[in-house]
């Protein structure tokens, strides 16, 4: 554990970016940013960063950022205003709006970089000061079906029920659509740890990525079709008898509809869908079951899909089959994308939740939370549309939209659609350190501080709740989102109830929390310093009255194998989940049968190939921030199209060539990147850039009927020379 103290010159944090979120020191500099050097203490990392995080400053400097607010003038140009101009206007037509349509007309996008006091008093504005329940965020696009397939399994997700340390220890490893060597670099030390101490590496992944290149066994199943390879891996360890009968009758329920589900798809059967061969898929159960403990983890590969929730369940079933969930050093995972994405989805800025990661629709999380915000609990709207509804919802349903720490522009599925939907807003404001593609859009920006300009808490992968401190003063001209929320509640009649100091927002949020799953009632600033994060569920601990120290009993329903935090001392927090009891009524994990069925846009004679999209090592998400890193752009100036030699010679194209990926929702055109790391009848694109490479043109809204999770990894599309 850390001591707490440090350099006052030199300030301890965390990267801006992905969810591993690095430890990082951040030193001031000449010229108004700062120097990131390494910073050992902080044991996810141990100093190591990739070259996002190396170069995160760079955004910071004046030169690089939004310095003052915009508005939208006469002549439609975007021009610089005062705050209290560009507050009043997006006040002003918020209540319009409101007045004219009713509260649901008004819109709230958040996401997943938030802070969890941003996310929570985003969530609550929307609640409380709009009225509306038009709020959701883009971490929809991102873990939503892992999360809705471990709450369904086990009665809570977290994105890993387990640190990343215990990764090194366990025997075998299945990484599912998950690429960490480009996605979170440093994290792939914990996969070379694994087979240094003689473990095996399976990555599932229809392209041979840098991840894939280090495992044991590379299996490359065809685009949409892991759920019936993770069906035939259970249907091979239920014929050779791998079954742990006795964990499946002690902790868990529903088996034999799982397993007559299972039965039914042969491996045969199984190769035919995937193109992953039988003896392959022998050889990855024998891996899988020979070591006393593994894990499986997902990542969007499996959940980005309109069976994501079904896929990521046929993952969980094979680990509750052979006894690999709540055991020590095993267990099912999800690898979460965006720095706050964990948090993100547990304070409120999600559809159907509210703080503490409770359910909208439950009436006890309603008068609890609507007590902590003092409001009357029926005056809380219910559920609203999830992310690329509410999107395709703008200028009908939805017709004044604020968007805060978004691009959807860029991120979300049929992106020409969604940007053509928000042009048709009546109103469009936009929070953000840049001008992004849709901040390009609003009637109004607002230029926000960033993560080394404030102070404020994330949720890594881990579910280690964690600081990071302002090491900067922001330049003139920004301000916070907290002081965006608080200057526009104001404007809108709320006075109370939105300070602009972090803490005291934290502190508001461990009391909304406390008592439901994600319970940070017992995290504190100063714990969160001193014990370099802390993982929740974290009660408060009893108060002496026997009260508790909230105003509400924490009843996560999980088993914290580290502790209970009885009498007054401070609960540990909790590192591995599920070692005693699952978070379900019975405390058993629940087997959900699940069924192979095909992507929501299969091939055909007019679109014959497939293309799945993802990311590279130096690009982040929309690209808004790390397009206008120097050093990223130079390693990753722009999109290009993955395909195998066999179709770039069908289609007569040399590597460099520009190549047309079309559709049926739109045409992105891009560089040939050719390689024999990649199924000869898929493509791959990246979706980090806006204009004409823009691949979310082609990605597919088919949506989860659970989690509400595009298709983004799978659509059926034509790929053709384009004639200079
Ligand atoms: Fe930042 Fe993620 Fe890179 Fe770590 S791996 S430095 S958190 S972007």
Known sequence: QSTGTHDPTTTPTHCPYCALQCGMNLTPVEGGTVEVSERADFPVNR???????????AVLAPGARLTSPLVRSGDGALVPAGW???????????????????????????????????????????????????????????????AAAGTRAFGLDRGLPFPLED????????LVGSNPAETMPP??????????????????????????????????????TDLALALGMLHLVVAEGRVDEAYVEERTSGWEEARAAAMAHWPEHVERITGVSVPELR??????????????????GPEQQAKGTDTVGAWINLCLATGRAGRPLS???????????????????????????????????????????????????????????????????????????????????????????????DFLAVCDVVLSETAQLADVVLPVTQWAEETGTTTSLEGRVLLRRRALTPPDGVRGDLEVLHGLAGRLGVEKGFPTDPEEVFEELRRASAGGPADYSGIDYRRLAQENGVFWPCPAPPAPDGTGATDSATDSGVGTGTGTGTG????????????????????RARFVPVAHRPS?????????????????????????QTRRVAELNAAAPGPFVELHPRLAARLGAAEGDPLAVVSRRGRAVAPARITTGIRPDTVFMPFHWPGEGRANTLTNPALDPTSRMPEFKVCAVRVETVTP
């Open 600 to 624: 929501a846009e299969e091939p055909d004679d007019e679109y014959p190939v497939l293309l799945t999209t993802g990311r590279v090592v130096s690009q982040y998400q929309s690209g808004a």
């Open 84 to 146: 209290d101009e560009a507050l009043d206007r997006i006040a002003g037509n918020l209540e319009r709006t409101r007045a004219r349509y009713g509260a649901d007309a008004l819109g709230v996008f958040g996401g997943g970089g938030l802070t969890n006091e941003k996310a929570y008093a985003l969530g609550k504005f929307a609640r409380v000061v709009l009225g509306t329940s038009q709020i959701d965020y883009n971490g929809r696009f991102c873990m939503s079906s892992a």
């Open 47 to 57: 100093g190591a960063l990739c070259g996002k995080g190396r170069t995160a400053a």
């Open 167 to 174: 990764v090194p220890r366990t025997g075998c490893v299945i």
């Open 331 to 425: 267990g099912y995972g999800c690898l979460t994308g965006q720095g706050n994405g964990q948090g993100g989805r547990e304070h409120g800025q999600k559809a159907d939740q509210l703080p503490g990661y409770r359910r909208l629709t439950d009436p006890a999380a309603r008068r609890h939370v609507a007590g902590v915000w003092g409001v009357d609990p029926d005056s809380l709207p219910g559920p609203g549309r999830s992310a690329y509804e509410l999107l395709d919802a703008l200028g009908t349903d939805v017709r004044s939209l604020l968007v805060m720490g978004s691009n959807p522009v860029v991120s979300a599925p049929r992106a020409a659609h969604v940007e053509e939907r928000l042009r048709s807003l």
């Open 187 to 224: 994290s792939l030390r914990y996969f070379t740890e694994l087979r240094e101490n003689g473990g095996t590496l399976i990555v599932v992944d229809p392209r041979r990525t840098k991840t894939a290149e280090q495992a044991d066994l590379h299996l490359a199943p065809r685009p949409g």
């Open 568 to 587: 007054t001392a401070p609960h540990p927090g909790t590192p591995r989940l599920f070692l005693d009891r699952f978070a379900t009524d019975d405390g």
């Open 283 to 300: 050889e990855a159960v024998r891996l899988f079951c020979a070591p006393e403990a593994a894990m499986v983890l997902t990542a969007r």
